[in-house]
């Protein structure tokens, strides 16, 4: 004779079958996010907008992120592998003979044993600055170049182009892992685009007679408002703050100035 459920044992007999679905769903993504960590054994690390990052990894080995820059680690028995994804990436590097560190950038490598460096990825190239010891930068089918403490290259897809550095343009480079930002008589438009990587709403150059005039300093890279007042002070540059916290740059001229007095009475 069959047995009789009750309407109450029916309801926690289903409901005992959807926990048991839940716990198994929940095991496989886990089990599926372990096997992709154990299989691929890529970390990656990113330091957002406005971000710098410090990260130590599993050799002791240091990678500095500046903002908006993303990495994949991948360490093996043989090698130590980073991909840089984009931005902006500064490396000190734990010696280890037995397994060099590499480091992938667009189309090029970069290879060091116990080193120091720093590798930016511009629209059209890649910067590297070396800071400490030796690497070799190798790319497409061009010969393997050594780069040593205070010289750098410009990397393309076809070329490799060494440059020698000095002091004061390497402390330059790698100011920004003191969060500063040095600049040396730099045109305002090159200036501006270096305080936009770390802002959310951007200054803008509204005349062109804005962009090519230069100024010098050293400011925080997330104080923009020393670097605006700067302007105001030294150069016929006047600023329009926007709603959203962008900034205009405008030329000023005795017209202006005269417009904008008459405007505050």
Same mark, same amino acid.
């Not at 004779?1 to 926690?12: A, G, N, T």
């Given at each position: 004779?069959?047995?009789?459920? /009750? +309407? +109450? @044992? @029916? $309801? #926690?007999l289903s409901r005992n079958i959807m926990i048991a679905a839940a716990v198994a769903i929940l095991f496989f993504i886990f089990a599926?996010?372990?096997?992709? $960590?154990?299989? /691929? &054994?890529?970390? $990656?690390?990113?330091? *957002?907008?406005? +971000?710098? #990052?410090?990260?130590? =990894?599993?050799d002791g080995s240091i990678v500095h992120l500046n903002s908006d820059s993303e990495v994949e680690v991948r360490f093996t028995g043989h090698g130590r592998k980073v991909r840089i994804v984009k931005g902006e990436a500064s490396f000190e590097v734990a010696p280890d003979s037995e397994r060099p560190f590499d480091v992938e950038v667009r189309s090029a490598l970069i290879r060091? !044993?116990?080193?120091?460096?720093?590798? #930016?990825?511009?629209? *059209? =190239?890649? +910067?590297l600055t070396v800071t400490h010891g030796t690497v070799t930068v190798h790319c497409g089918n061009k010969a393997q170049q050594r780069v040593t403490a205070g010289n750098g290259a410009v990397i393309q897809p076809r070329t490799i182009v060494l440059t020698r550095l000095?002091? #004061? =343009? !390497? /402390? @330059?480079r790698i100011a920004w892992r003191h969060q500063m930002l040095e =600049?040396? &008589?730099?045109?305002i438009e090159q200036a501006t685009a270096e305080f936009n990587r770390y802002r959310k709403a951007p200054i803008l150059i509204g005349d062109t007679r804005v962009s090519p005039l230069r100024i010098g300093g050293r400011f925080r890279v997330h104080d923009s408002r020393a670097f605006l007042s700067a302007l105001e002070r030294t150069l016929p540059v006047r600023t329009v703050r926007g709603e959203d916290g962008s900034v205009m740059l405008l030329y000023r001229d005795e017209e202006s100035t005269q417009a904008s007095e008459s405007d505050r009475s």
């Open positions: 004779m069959p047995e009789i459920v /009750s +309407e +109450e @044992q @029916q $309801r #926690r599926a996010i372990v096997t992709v $960590r154990t299989f /691929s &054994g890529v970390d $990656r690390y990113e330091a *957002a907008l406005g +971000e710098i #990052r410090d990260v130590t =990894l599993d060091a !044993v116990g080193t120091a460096f720093n590798v #930016r990825m511009r629209p *059209a =190239l890649t +910067e000095g002091d #004061r =343009l !390497v /402390s @330059q =600049l040396d &008589g730099e045109t």
